[in-house]
């Protein structure tokens, strides 16, 4: 979809038209009184590949319950931000869009047509209701401001606009378009950007590890993860054993503590509790009554009470342990090795597997640079930033989205009111 401007001249400029671009045209459309001019340019040929790959195709689009706790950033700045615009606030707003919701086992919410084209459709159906000019293969490289209008400057010439919002997203996923730009954009309008890394990324395992025996299965586990012997990040869900490692959802989770511990060189460590009720006291006590009581059952049997099998034997066989050996005859120090596997397995973690697979940026611009009411920058006026670009990243179960829609709802409300 493009349209051309043809003086080159907009009252709002959008650079980035994915989700939260595409809210903010829309809120800013509706802000106004129908005369201003709105336009979205954005380097990729169609809008809205990262919201068609995600949740598997079918689009998260936010969870029931949305707390300031299930994301990382000023928690303070955010709190306001999600305030203005809740969970409850997205689902009315979808449902005035035709799209309606519905609640899965965990709270995540997705549309009934399982289809992540339905949310997609609908945000674009609704730009051209409301005649926002949507400018694909527009490669925004640089802003600067002229006579109080900011001139950007893209592939297919200038464009000047009295209002900008940067909605250009971060480094995930850079297939769906998102390079990391938007981050020097902000820097040549005076603002900071933190340091960035992925989050929500699968993580790589060492060869030595038994994850390739293992692939294919899901279960529940508790991570730690630790830094000098201090635990910074503790949860607990359903991990995926893979080829290259370990994903599911506690995993992505649980990423960004490591990835963000590691860039910065401080030597991350993650151990998993492969019996995340249990302790090592607790699993110590089960195998020495299993010594007496089931004296001749082997233990890869008792294990598999507890474990799939197939994990039960890798994680004998990590341990130096025979899986044909019976209870009755594991001696002592090869007990308390295995209850140390079971409680406290470490993982040896070598690298996230890439911003190709990663879900969401952590770190981008400091949440205290903006004006958290209308998402304004405090550094220039006019200029306002929405979703990824800014130092925010949540869990998954469609937080971010509902960060997308939030951010995206204050900008353009603001931009096209004001």
Request: with cysteine; hydrophobic share 45%; glycine share 10%.
């Amino acid at each position: 979809m493009s349209t051309a401007v043809n003086d080159h001249s907009v009252d709002l400029a959008i650079i980035g038209g994915g989700a939260a671009g595409l809210t903010a045209a829309i809120f800013a459309a509706q802000s106004g009184d129908g005369s201003r001019r709105i336009a979205i340019l954005d380097g990729a040929k169609t809008l809205g590949a990262k919201i068609l790959v995600a949740g598997g195709g079918r689009c998260n689009v936010t969870h029931d319950v949305v707390d300031v706790v299930d994301f990382n950033g000023s928690r303070n700045i955010i709190k306001k931000i999600l305030a203005a615009f809740s969970a409850d606030d997205s689902v009315k707003w979808f449902a005035s869009l035709g799209v309606e919701l519905k609640r899965e086992e965990g709270g995540k919410l997705f549309p009934v047509t399982d289809s992540a084209r339905t949310v997609l459709n609908a945000l674009l159906r609704r730009c051209d209701q409301l005649g926002v000019i949507i400018l694909t293969g527009h490669r925004v490289t640089e802003i600067s401001l002229t006579a109080e209008r900011f001139q950007i400057q893209h592939s297919h010439g200038s464009t000047f606009a009295r209002k900008v919002i940067l909605a250009t997203g971060g480094r995930s996923l850079p297939k769906t378009g998102s390079d990391g730009l938007g981050w020097q954009l902000a820097r040549q309008l005076g603002h900071a950007v933190t340091d960035t890394y992925a989050a929500l990324a699968p993580l790589v395992l060492d060869p030595s590890m038994f994850h390739a025996s293992v692939a294919g299965i899901s279960m529940e586990v508790s991570l730690s993860t630790f830094v000098a012997g201090k635990r910074i990040d503790h949860r607990t869900g359903s991990l995926l054993w893979t080829h290259f490692g370990i994903s599911g959802p506690v995993v992505l989770d649980a990423s960004r503590h490591w990835v963000g511990a590691s860039e910065t060189r401080q030597q991350p460590v993650m151990h998993a509790n492969l019996l995340p009720t249990q302790s090592f006291e607790t699993v110590e006590q089960w195998l020495i009554q299993l010594a007496t009581a089931r004296a001749k059952a082997a233990v890869t049997t008792m294990l598999a009470e507890r474990l799939p099998a197939r994990v039960a034997i890798a994680v004998l066989v990590h341990s130096g342990i025979d899986p044909a050996t019976v209870c009755g005859q594991l001696p002592r120090d090869a007990r308390r090795n295995l209850v140390h596997t079971l409680t406290a397995l470490p993982l040896k973690v070598s690298q996230h597997r890439g911003w190709n697979y990663a879900e969401v940026t952590a770190g981008g611009v400091p949440l205290s640079e903006i004006d958290a009411r209308t998402m304004e920058s405090r550094k220039q006026p006019g200029l306002y930033l929405a979703g990824e670009i800014l130092d925010c990243d949540g869990r998954i179960g469609g937080f971010n989205f509902q960060w997308a829609w939030a951010t995206g709802y204050l900008a353009g409300h603001a931009a096209g009111k004001s």
